[in-house]
């Protein structure tokens, strides 16, 4: 009896695992089936809308404009630290853009200073065609903490340009140095009411080709003059620059070019033509061959509040339109520079190597004694690439040492 239980008992295990073993058999084939009915079955595509496409592409777009403007003014910014170094105004400080009617004509004007104050010192740019906001955003921060710095654009250039374009108004084609002197006695009584300083004077400052208006208001208006500084000064432009040729001329012979001191040659021939007056032609062909840089610049364009696109157009067609006041600077010579000096307390700056408005021009009328200083390496561009040296002459010269 216990054999044929225990033989039993043995089948009972066999069947049993042979059971189990068929269950584990039928449920891996199950899997399998499933693992390869997955793998066959086809994937599905994901389309998405053409407009959300159009999204994404478009945020990736702007943020490739962002990046690029970011470096652009990032590298604009690093050209142009002067802007980020500028002080905070004082209370007692002043900086207004205003609108002055002078002459028939709409005028723009800036005055800042720390102090309203301190001494006004008014600057006359340069030639026609530069806005002021070169010379207040360069010359005048650095004198700001000194000063109370009036600048404007001059009659056909930059915001006086616009302000009168916009009523139908020429605001200067044809107009001379003269006239621009008189504008600045205009610029001076308005500046002078609106301070509440009526009698005070200006220590006028003329820079390059603008020195001859700064230097013609010296002489007719001396009332309003406690001192001028002329900087790059105008004492024979036609002299100065014919000299400055010639030695350009010099230097392509010197070099083997022959062709090139030909052109220069040329050019001495245009401004010493047998007229009293120096074509405007001639004076803007000889000021680019010796390297002035009478073209837009990112100070122009960028630093002013007030210099949109308007403004930049102005200055660009400036050039073209003041071939009267180019003419007139022409006829500026000797005479006009020692008759305009004789009246009020001067000094002059020149650069080392200025070849348009050299030092030695103005020696022989003044000679080479304390009123004349000298930057040295310098050329004729005091206001832009040297004009942190230029403003601590000034200062010294109004304040001492």
């Known amino acids: 009896m216990s054999k044929k239980k225990s033989r039993a008992s043995k089948r009972s295990k066999a069947l049993k695992k042979q059971r189990a073993a068929a269950a584990s058999k039928r449920e891996a084939d199950a899997n399998k089936k499933v693992t390869e009915k997955k793998a066959d079955k086809p994937k599905k595509d994901i389309k998405m809308p053409m407009s959300d496409l159009l999204k994404i592409v478009g945020v990736f777009a702007a943020a490739a404009v962002m990046l690029v403007v970011g470096l652009w003014a990032f590298k604009a910014a690093e050209g142009h630290s002067i802007l980020s170094q500028r ?82 108004i020429d605001s200067g084609s044809e107009f001379t140095y003269t006239d621009i002197a008189d504008d600045a006695q205009g610029i001076c009584d308005y500046v ?39 900087v790059s000064q105008i004492a024979d432009l036609r002299l100065g620059i014919t000299s400055g040729l010639m030695d350009e001329a010099q230097n392509r012979l010197s070099g083997g070019s022959v062709e090139k001191f030909n052109e220069y040659v040329d050019a001495v021939k245009l401004v010493n033509a047998e007229e009293k007056t120096i074509s405007a032609e001639a004076l803007r062909n000889a000021a680019e061959m010796l390297g002035s840089k009478y073209a837009p610049s990112l100070y122009d364009i960028d630093v002013s509040p007030f210099c949109g ?12 339109r003041t071939d009267a006041y180019l003419r007139s600077i022409g006829e500026f010579n000797g005479s006009n520079f020692t008759s305009c000096l004789a009246l009020v307390n001067f ?33 004729h561009e005091l206001l832009f690439e040297n004009f942190s040296e230029t403003a601590d002459i000034i200062r010294k010269i109004v304040y001492g040492s």
């Open 309 to 320: 696109r308007k403004a930049y157009s102005a200055f660009k067609t400036a050039p073209k």
């Open 192 to 230: 002078r009411t609106r301070l509440g300083r009526e009698d005070d004077r200006f220590i006028v400052l003329g820079y390059s080709w603008g020195s001859a208006a700064a230097a013609d208001f010296a002489r007719r208006y001396s009332g309003y003059v406690s001192a001028y500084i002329g």
């Open 87 to 168: 002080n905070e105004l004082s209370s007692a400080g002043i900086d207004s853009y205003l609108e002055a009617d002078v002459n028939g004509i709409k005028q723009y004007v800036h005055i800042r200073g720390q102090n309203k104050n301190m001494p006004m010192l008014l600057i006359f740019p340069d030639y026609p065609g530069y806005l002021c906001a070169s010379s207040d955003y360069l010359l005048g921060s650095e004198l700001e903490s000194y000063f109370t710095v009036v600048t404007w654009d001059m009659r056909g250039t930059g915001q006086t340009e616009v302000l009168n374009a916009e009523n139908g």
């Open 347 to 379: 000094h002059l700056v020149y650069g080392e190597n200025d070849r348009i408005t050299p030092v030695t021009t103005a020696e022989p009328y003044l000679g080479s004694g304390e009123r004349i200083s000298r930057i040295e390496g310098a050329g």
